[in-house]
């Protein structure tokens, strides 16, 4: 089976998979909080409007034939600030420097979910895989992800992702520079 890039309603990269599973970068908003609404889905709306304010092109939804079975959502940042006038608490800025080296801006995966039913299929692994190379054909170099879910735990520790923990929302903070070139 085929997985499919789909970027802004254009169709481009292509990779073999277990399923006819599809990325699709930037996705309609209502269509997703229909979505979002399903029983056993975990979106947090209010986080979604913040860091989607005026376009989905940081949202990024997994496709199975032709229905959504999970997301992602990612954005710009930095070791000082979530978002332009949100900082960051001490400990969590200390992690970001000590895993950046000094690096000050980079890509944050802020959310992935993926229906339990669709769990366990390596479908984690493909989107880390496809992240990866999306973000580095974007131009960006580095990538932090918050996880504490076993499955994500391994993926990053497997793909060489730099890894500490942050104690107060006992999570484990995940750092990979991605080369340009």
């Known amino acids: ?12 990269e292509q990779c073999e998979v277990e399923s006819n599973l599809e990325f699709v970068v930037g996705y309609d908003l209502e269509e997703f909080k229909r979505y979002s609404k399903k029983p056993g889905v975990r ?4 986080v979604l409007e913040i860091l989607l304010p ?7 939804v997994w496709k199975e034939n032709n229905e959504i079975i999970g997301h992602a959502i990612w954005h ?3 070791t000082e600030e979530h978002r332009k006038g949100d ?11 000590r895993l950046l080296g000094g690096k000050k801006d980079f890509v ?8 339990e039913e669709y769990r366990g ?12 190379e999306f973000i580095r054909n974007k131009g960006y170099d580095s990538i932090v992800f918050y996880a504490s879910h076993p499955a994500a735990l391994t993926i990053c520790r497997q793909r060489g992702y730099k890894e ?18």
């Open 1 to 12: 089976m085929i997985a499919t890039y789909v970027a802004e309603g254009k169709q481009s």
């Open 43 to 46: 979106v947090d709306i209010d």
């Open 54 to 60: 005026k376009n989905s092109s940081s949202l990024i």
């Open 76 to 78: 710009e940042t930095n």
């Open 87 to 97: 900082p960051r608490d001490k400990e969590d800025t200390e992690i970001l420097r």
């Open 108 to 115: 944050e995966l802020h959310e992935i979910w993926l229906m």
């Open 121 to 132: 299929r390596g479908y984690g692994k493909k989107f880390i895989e496809f992240f990866e």
């Open 164 to 181: 500490d923990y942050y104690k107060e929302i006992a999570e484990h903070v995940f750092y990979k520079q991605v080369d340009n070139g």
